[in-house]
């Protein structure tokens, strides 16, 4: 009795201090770890925007960071965005019915808006008391001279096993630029061929009329076509790429062999991801037109 | 009871009479999953080798307060935090390694040497023979991986470290698992062999 006591004891203790030695290297590393993160990600936004070392975007490039948020008020729901304004950011919110409420000005420097913590924080103190507010989404606008020139969309959705992270690239019209997949547990081999370039550059110059209908389609891919999607190991002409992107633009996905599940829900993702950021984005619009709201993009 | 090796010796020793992979026949998931290339051993190699020289330096610094009948849940849990601060320092400090190495530092929570070494030598040893022996350990383990990558790279890509040396692919069959088996298998006897005719030579010389 008295040695099962002293195992529990000491095995409790050992247990403690490695959770302290953890969670200090946690404390310790967790701010350097974010900022690669971030990096890493603006390093992909602009990738997808075709911009690299070799080419890098334009001074007159801007981002523009738009937060979605759902606010909870006597358990009625709306929808607020988080915009940057010339010379700070406000709080614009709209009501399911797609009408204006209210906006109220965030006090909140452009480090911090990066950050969830700090950004909740500057939201609440500016709406006061009796409201909740849930992240929901984020995008990135993005001008070159004033002018909207894409929509960067990070989001996520179910894949096979758990969620699928990818940021995608569209145009003013939704026309699919690019996707890119930042993070997944698929299976190496099977659903992981996701992040392969004949994979996820089937998306690329997809119209919004395609993404509408998407589907995925259990055929093997024309060899034309998947010489041209992974035109990076050379031996095709850019203009023939182009021209066969163009050929095919308006055809459903081709699933991946043995993985018709991961390829659906990237199909299906996307689809949703694009789909409802049009449609969000029209309310936005027209609300900041029509309060006459002066933003940054 | 301590041991009677210098410093240097134990290090030898990981890397030649106890080499992990050949001689003492552990950690053979890795081996047979990873070696597939020169560059996969070594970064797992290195790896192992920083998990198991701090794991085998804090085990030998509180092995007199480690109840005999839970020694490997503590093994266990010291790994386990080394790999997680390891984990953790990589992201943070070294992003592009960590692309590389992330995949293979998790995977060393499991591996049968490094609990294995804790268990033989680090909880009798004092600390300083308990550091050697982990390089040692860690390096003969990166020795082996390599040694290994390099005959299934060579054979089944004809590449070496990334580089086509012989331009043609000999026998892809060496890339894949199961062949891991027949390259450990015949590099084993190859050492083995190696070791008689050495030790013959010494007894006629002798």
């Not at chain 2, 390089?135 to 299934?152: D, E, I, P, Q, T």
Request: proline share 4%.
């Amino acid at each position: 009795m008295k040695e099962i006591l002293t195992i529990i004891f000491r095995l409790t203790v050992s247990c403690l201090l490695a959770g302290l030695v953890m969670g200090g290297g946690y404390i310790m590393t967790t701010k350097a770890k974010q900022h690669n993160e971030h990096v890493n990600e603006q390093k992909v936004m602009l990738s997808l925007l075709g911009y690299s070392k070799d080419n890098p975007a334009p001074s007159d490039v801007e981002l523009h960071e738009i937060y979605r948020y759902v606010v909870t008020e006597d358990e009625e729901l709306s929808v607020a965005y988080l915009i940057p304004i010339p010379g700070g950011c406000t709080f614009v919110n709209i009501g399911l019915d797609g009408n204006f409420i209210g906006q109220v000005p965030v006090e909140i420097s452009a480090e911090k808006v990066i950050k969830a913590g700090d950004r909740d924080k500057a939201i609440m103190a500016a709406l006061g008391e009796g409201k909740a507010i849930r992240f929901a989404d984020q995008t990135i606008v993005v001008t070159e001279e004033g002018f909207r020139m894409a929509y960067l969309l990070p989001g996520e959705f179910p894949g096979f096993k758990t969620f699928i992270k990818v940021i995608l690239a569209v145009d003013p019209a939704f026309t699919l630029l690019g996707l890119e997949i930042m993070e997944h547990e698929e299976d190496p081999g099977l659903g992981g061929e996701i992040v392969q370039d004949y994979f996820k550059g089937q998306f690329k110059g997809k119209p919004f009329a395609t993404i509408k209908t998407l589907d995925v389609a259990k055929l093997p891919i024309p060899d034309e076509y998947l010489q041209a999607l992974e035109s990076r190991k050379g031996g095709i002409s850019a203009s023939e790429v182009e021209r066969i992107q163009q050929l095919y633009s308006d055809k459903d996905i081709y699933a991946l062999t043995g993985a018709t599940i991961s390829s659906r829900s990237v199909t299906s993702g996307v689809q949703a991801i694009v789909k409802k950021f049009a449609y969000r984005v029209s309310i936005l619009d027209r609300v900041l037109a029509e309060q006459g709201i002066e933003v940054s993009f | 009871m301590a041991t009677d090796k210098s410093n240097f010796q134990l290090v030898v020793n990981g890397i030649l009479n106890e080499n992990p992979i050949f001689r003492l026949v552990l950690s053979m998931c890795p081996a047979v999953g990873i070696s597939t290339t020169v560059m996969n051993g070594f970064l797992l190699g290195i790896a192992v080798l920083f998990v198991q020289v701090f794991s085998s330096v804090t085990i030998a610094i509180f092995k007199n307060m480690i109840h005999p009948r839970i020694r490997i849940p503590t093994y266990t849990l010291t790994i386990a935090t080394w790999v997680t601060i390891i984990d953790m320092v990589l992201a943070a400090y070294l992003p592009e390694a960590y692309a590389r190495m992330g995949i293979f530092v998790k995977l060393i929570v499991a591996f049968a040497i490094i609990t294995m070494r804790l268990e033989m030598f680090a909880c009798k040893e004092s600390v300083t023979s308990s550091f050697w022996d982990g390089v040692g350990m860690g390096l003969g383990f990166m020795a082996g991986m390599m040694a290994l990558g390099f005959v299934r790279e060579l054979l089944g890509l004809g590449t070496v470290l990334g580089y086509d040396v012989l331009g043609f692919k000999p026998l892809l069959f060496f890339v894949l698992p199961f062949a891991g088996f027949f390259c450990v298998g015949l590099m084993m006897a190859f050492f083995n062999y190696i070791e008689i005719v050495y030790k013959r030579a010494k007894a006629i010389q002798g």
